[in-house]
């Protein structure tokens, strides 16, 4: 079956990045924001860890942003867990921006993305949804790209799963209303961009910012940069 639309991660893939060092830096940049309101900030970026872990397993059951703050709510009661929300939303709106330093840019992402646009495929954000919709809008920024050029883009606002489950990709093809089965995701971590394969989708791993943990044999699965997305979906 030959696919009508094309899945992108954003993180190492539209977005060059060293993922471990940008949410080293992500996460010690929110604590200096709650730090002055009484937060203590290993304290805080343990929770966030706690948080994030909550989400990574989260089964469909409620959204992950429910799941995230399930956990805050648990380690710092419910008033100190809503004042942090507010204190992160005004980080998330006027300082997370700053953190786009210890990101790349490769202008091949923003070119292909409206190439296979004009050509007629609808293109989705299928990152993993465990940013607040501010966050991932910012980053799609650093890319060159705007959020309204994707038809969906996950958060962890609109997300009940994540990577690597194949229930996220199953909710992702059903919010575009779309068979799996005409769906390629494209992806730079093998470990959670080859799960699409589960749901019946097809996946090229972008090789530029490759994670590959697992150290997964690539030969007979399609990778490579950008043009050879390109290539491979003008041979499909």
Not at 28 to 34: F, Q, T
Not at 61 to 70: L, P, Q, V
Not at 155 to 164: A, D, G, I, L, V
Request: aromatic share 12%.
């Amino acid at each position: 079956m030959s696919f009508s639309t094309v899945l992108f991660d954003l993180d190492g893939t539209l977005l060059p990045m060293d993922l471990d060092l940008f949410l080293q830096k992500y996460f010690s940049s929110a604590a200096e924001k709650l730090a002055p309101h009484g937060y203590d900030p290993e304290e805080f970026i343990s929770a966030l860890w706690k948080g994030s872990l909550a989400m990574l397993k989260n089964n469909g059951s409620r959204t992950n942003d429910k799941a995230f703050w399930e956990v805050m709510n648990g380690i710092y009661g419910e008033v100190r867990a809503k004042r942090s929300e507010e204190i992160l939303e005004d980080f998330y709106r006027n300082d997370f921006d700053s953190l786009r330093i210890h990101c790349g840019f490769d202008p091949a992402a923003a070119q292909t993305v409206r190439k296979l646009k004009a050509l007629g495929y609808r293109v989705a954000l299928a990152t993993n949804p465990l940013f607040p919709h501010m966050a991932t809008e910012s980053r799609i920024s650093w890319t060159g790209l705007s959020p309204d050029e994707f038809e969906l883009y996950t958060t962890f606002e609109n997300s009940t799963f994540s990577k690597p489950s194949t229930g996220y990709y199953l909710e992702v093809a059903e919010k575009l209303d779309v068979d799996p089965k005409a769906c390629l995701m494209v992806g730079n971590d093998t470990s959670d961009d080859l799960e699409a394969q589960k749901a019946g989708m097809d996946v090229f791993i972008l090789t530029n910012n490759l994670i590959n943990k697992k150290n997964i044999d690539l030969t007979a699965i399609p990778h490579g940069d950008f043009s050879d997305l390109l290539d491979y979906i003008e041979r499909k």
